[in-house]
């Protein structure tokens, strides 16, 4: 970019530097390559420093909640830190959402707010909110840095708490006055984070992992649950080699597709509201549940009082909280997945394990019926595009292989039943927030990191809109994402709650009066493509992809009336389903 | 059940608004609170008195224990320990009837009278919440309650277990 300059030089002959310089010097000694962000007065003498140095590019968004995501984004793809600036007040408050986000899906986010000068704190000064005490209940930690030899140290300790233990969103408020030119002050940074009260466990206790392989060895219907924890750890290649010692099988949650190949043999689909047939019921019947990183979320349960009744749980989680908190645990393991997962995969070595082969065949017999029901299917005929249909063609064109970075709605479901993911962090959405806007600038944070890689942003005619300002965005640093929007005219998933709860009454979710999307990226100076047809997707599609250096929107018009399936019935139990439109599993 | 949970952790700015907000935040009980620095100012202490059944209380103690700026959190109810509240009392003594009520109940319950006023005794005593509360409906019934303040309980264990860095 070429507003970028370089301060070689400038100051090294002496340790003396202004707050603004320090957060800058800190964030390289944590190496970062990207802040995403968007500047106002507070954070000013930031934005200078930036300026006039060339460690790490700044992404300038068009709204913070942006900045959030795309750094948000970029961490799931990458494993790395997402880091964000923004001013105080309505920049630090547009940055909630995003946060908030990070936080239900543990993902390791650095956020630096600027904050009115010390001596006006408190004073409802122009641009004034108290943004630790707004973010309190989303982070994971916060810091008020009060001086200029704070700042340091403050970053440092926010990039440990973020990324160590269960990851999180970390907030730090920078008063004004601490980052201006007239107070300097000297620069040492400890990179080696310790910290007296916060000592997140590692290993697993070795007398659980005992109990938990002697429950796995005498288990008949042994059912593997993972979740997101297995992609923030890296620990798919264990997870795989878990699953296939045992011959179990495996079912992952929305959050951790991709932790077992959506095309590996054991995999038996996600699990929960949407989850597969024969993933609900292998739960409901099993007589072991080996839950690794996930945390029986309450879109996974159904009704907490029926679930899994003849099931003794283990469950494996780095944070404590996770564990019995809406489930109670019969085997809690408390520790990092992958660490915990080699402890497990030892155990079984040296206790000699061996697969009971009859019971394992006749527990993948009763499985594979479950299967058999298609659970997950639909039929296109002749008439309008079936909006999985376009995730099919999406995946066979990218070869499987594309980052899908979701938005929230019925595409979002679609995209995750559809398309099997072979890898983990290649399927990037919201799932403990639901927050529709994440996956425009999600995917790129996504291009960002990984320019050559196909990055898809699936999302709805609802969801786009809400951060649609980034096709700007995009122009500015060249990010061509392809867009593709399952256009059903209509907020679809809350129009499938209306007409499956609310007697199809349909309050508020049609959106009517839609932009002409093709007509807008051109605007932006992207391509953009409409598909009504069903006999042009697969090329118009393919076109989509072919297109390598600039981003396409590519506006489908699919069917509005087609409801998600399968589908928990409310109040039920995990595996108490519709599968089609009046028919129970 | 009633818990009394005793938490150590950093005097820092905003760690106080972390456990509160945490209790609010997941519809935890509070029905006491006390907070003060310790004899190493960098640590401060705090007692909470709550309620919940066993799962809750688990789940208060993990999330409390979940909170960067806390060091330790113990359930003293446990185990053997030892409860006290401060109680400061203003009571109407406006004759001699009354003001010998009012000196004979603090006697029983070994409370003092700290003020005197022209019509107006204030008394002082300390012990768990239950003679507290037998002293303040014992008062009531002989003479007119005027004001009075809690400190809410704070405890420690009785023993060798202590909470420490
Ligand atoms: C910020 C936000 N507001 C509201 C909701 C509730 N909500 C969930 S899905 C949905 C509809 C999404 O519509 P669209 O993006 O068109 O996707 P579709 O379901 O039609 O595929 C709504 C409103 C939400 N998840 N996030
Ligand atoms: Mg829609």
């Given at each position: 970019m070429n507003f970028l300059g370089t301060i070689k030089g400038k100051h090294m002959t002496t340790n003396s530097f202004t707050g603004?310089?320090?957060v800058v010097k800190a964030l390289a000694a944590m190496k970062i390559k990207y802040i995403f962000g968007y500047p106002g007065g507070t954070v000013l003498d930031i934005y200078d420093a930036i300026f006039q140095q060339s460690e790490f590019e700044h992404i300038l968004v068009r709204h913070e909640q942006a900045a959030t995501h795309m750094a948000d984004g970029y961490s799931r793809a990458t494993g790395e830190v997402g880091v964000v600036l923004a001013t105080s007040g309505p920049g630090a408050?547009?940055?909630?959402?995003?946060?908030?986000?990070a936080y239900m899906d543990s993902i390791p986010m650095v956020v630096l707010s600027g904050q009115v000068p010390t001596n006006l704190i408190g004073d409802d000064a122009f641009q004034e909110t108290d943004i630790v005490g707004c973010s309190r209940p989303v982070v994971k930690h916060s810091f008020n840095c009060r001086s200029v030899e704070d700042i340091p140290n403050t970053i440092s300790k926010a990039f440990y708490i973020a990324?160590?233990?269960?990851?999180?969103?970390?907030?730090?408020?920078?008063?004004?006055?601490?980052?201006?030119?007239?107070?300097?002050?000297?620069?040492?940074?400890e990179t080696d984070v310790q910290l007296r009260s916060y000592n997140p466990t590692e290993k697993g206790h070795p007398k659980q992992i005992r109990k938990a392989v002697k429950a796995i060895s005498s288990a008949k219907k042994l059912v593997v649950y993972s979740g997101g924890g297995i992609v923030l750890a890296d620990a798919a290649e264990l997870l795989t080699e878990l699953v296939e010692t045992l011959n179990a099988p495996c079912t992952n949650t929305l959050m951790g597709l991709g932790g077992l190949s959506g095309t590996h043999k054991n995999f038996i689909g996600m699990l929960g509201m949407h989850g597969s047939v024969e993933a609900n019921k292998a739960m409901a019947n099993a007589d072991v549940i080996l839950a690794l990183g996930a945390r029986f979320d309450d879109r996974v349960t159904n009704n907490v009082k029926k679930f899994c009744p003849n099931a003794t749980i283990i469950h494996v989680d780095i944070d404590p909280t996770s564990?019995?908190?809406?489930?109670?645990?019969?085997?809690?393991?408390?520790?990092?997945?992958?660490?915990?997962l080699q402890q497990l995969l030892d155990e079984l070595i040296e206790t000699d394990y061996q697969i009971d082969q009859k019971a394992n065949d006749s527990w993948w017999q009763q499985i594979n019926q479950w299967r058999a029901v298609n659970s997950v299917g639909y039929t296109q005929g002749e008439g309008k595009i079936k909006p999985q249909r376009v995730i099919e063609a999406m995946y066979k064109i990218t070869n499987g292989e594309a980052y899908v970075c979701s938005d929230v709605g019925q595409h979002q479901m679609f995209a995750a039943q559809y398309y099997p993911f072979a890898?983990?962090?290649?399927?990037?959405?919201?799932?403990?927030?639901?927050?529709?806007?994440?996956?425009?600038?999600?995917?790129?944070?996504v291009k960002l990191a990984f320019p050559d890689s196909h990055v898809i942003c699936i999302t709805g005619d609802g969801s786009i809109q809400m951060n649609i300002q980034e096709l700007s965005t995009c122009s500015q640093y060249n990010l061509p994402v392809v867009i593709i929007s399952l256009n059903n005219r209509s907020l679809g998933m809350v129009r499938q709650w209306q007409d499956m709860i609310y007697g199809g009454r349909h309050a508020s979710s049609y959106m009517e009066s839609l932009p002409d999307f093709v007509k807008l990226a051109e605007s932006y100076g992207h391509v953009g493509m409409q598909i009504n047809h069903l006999e042009e997707l697969d090329d118009k599609l393919t076109e989509a992809f072919n297109i390598k250096n600039r981003l396409v929107f590519v506006d489908v018009l699919v069917d509005e009336l087609e409801h998600v399936y399968p589908m928990q019935i409310r109040l039920g139990a995990i595996d108490d389903m519709w599968v089609r439109k009046g028919e129970k599993a | 059940m009633r818990r009394i949970l005793a938490?150590?952790?950093?005097?820092?700015?905003?760690?106080?608004?972390?456990?509160?907000?945490?209790?609010?935040?997941?519809?935890?009980?509070?029905?006491?609170?006390t907070v003060a620095p310790t004899e190493d100012a960098s640590l401060s202490r705090i007692t909470i008195a709550t309620s919940g059944d066993d799962r809750v209380l688990e789940q208060i103690v993990k999330q409390v224990n979940k909170l960067i700026d806390v060091i330790k959190i113990t359930d003293l109810t446990e185990r053997s320990h030892i409860e006290r509240e401060l109680l400061l009392i203003k009571v109407l003594a406006m004759n001699e009837k009354s003001r010998t009520e009012v000196k004979r109940i603090t006697d029983i319950f070994r409370g003092s009278i700290v003020d005197i006023?022209?019509?107006?005794?204030?008394?002082q005593l300390t012990g768990n919440a239950e003679k507290l509360n037998a002293f303040i409906e014992t008062m009531g019934n002989e003479t007119e309650i005027i004001e009075s303040v809690r400190s809410g309980c704070v405890g420690i264990a009785r023993g060798e277990k202590a909470l420490r860095v």
């Open positions: 603004a310089e320090m408050t547009n940055c909630i959402t995003g946060i908030a986000t990324k160590s233990g269960r990851p999180g969103p970390v907030v730090v408020e920078l008063p004004k006055d601490i980052l201006m030119p007239h107070n300097k002050g000297e620069f040492h940074i564990i019995s908190k809406t489930i109670n645990a019969h085997i809690p393991v408390v520790g990092l997945i992958d660490i915990v890898k983990p962090r290649q399927w990037i959405n919201s799932g403990g927030l639901g927050t529709m806007g994440f996956g425009l600038p999600a995917a790129m944070g | 938490i150590l952790l950093e005097n820092e700015p905003g760690s106080l608004s972390r456990i509160v907000g945490l209790f609010s935040q997941r519809a935890f009980n509070i029905e006491s609170l006023g022209k019509q107006i005794y204030t008394v």
